[in-house]
């Protein structure tokens, strides 16, 4: 059975993707965002530079909230294998792949701490396109939902989604299931790899439970001030 979703202030509805090479990047965009954010997510990029544990347990220490996002994706026990270990740090939310039930299943059945576990159900740099390339029928919002609601079945806590979507999950799954959206543009705009991006607002009344937000804050001009006109904004969407 999916958990409840976590409880989380206003202020860490926003996770900030710390998108960097290694530690000593990390610490330099913790210390500069300072109290704008509260939570962060971790990626592949960091894993690469063999400092990823590090960094965890420094977002432990400095009271942030810890979103491990790797994507797991493989045989039922090795997925299994890896949520059990991940057990023994302090994780807030953990992302697997949505496409496979049994996998799903045996990575909920592995999950015994307070870890959510998030289901990847179509990325946000995909299009309708995309997924009829992979031989995948449907248009992002059916694909989207039919993943939902597996990953619902399957025990899983919740979806990462684009806030596109998050109306029709949160119809289709009810209230007491997680939905994270990445690919949120503040302003509206696009121009990168972001194919199916919203605003704050926009997530939120559709919804999503919390936002990943990266380039926005990365690329301003003060990423610290960037930060806290999000916060404000999803305060103002909440109310």
Known sequence: MSRAPLPLAPEERLIFALDVPGRAEAVEWI??????????????????????????DLLGQRGKRVFVDLKFFDIPATVAGVIRGLGRWKVDYCTIHGWHPAMMQAAAEANQGDMRLLAVTVLTSMDGADLRAMGIGGEPEQV????????????IDGVIASGREAGPIRRATGAGFSIVCPGIRPDGGGGDDQKRSVGVAEAFAAGADAIVVGRPIRNAADPAAAAALIQQQIRDSLK
Do not use: H, P, T, W
Request: proline share 0%.
């Open 31 to 56: 210390d500069r965002l300072g109290n704008s954010v509260r939570f962060y997510k971790i990626g592949m990029e960091l894993l690469a530079s063999g400092e990823y544990f590090q960094v965890l």
């Open 144 to 155: 989207v939902v039919q993943r939902a609601l597996a990953a619902q079945a399957a025990g």
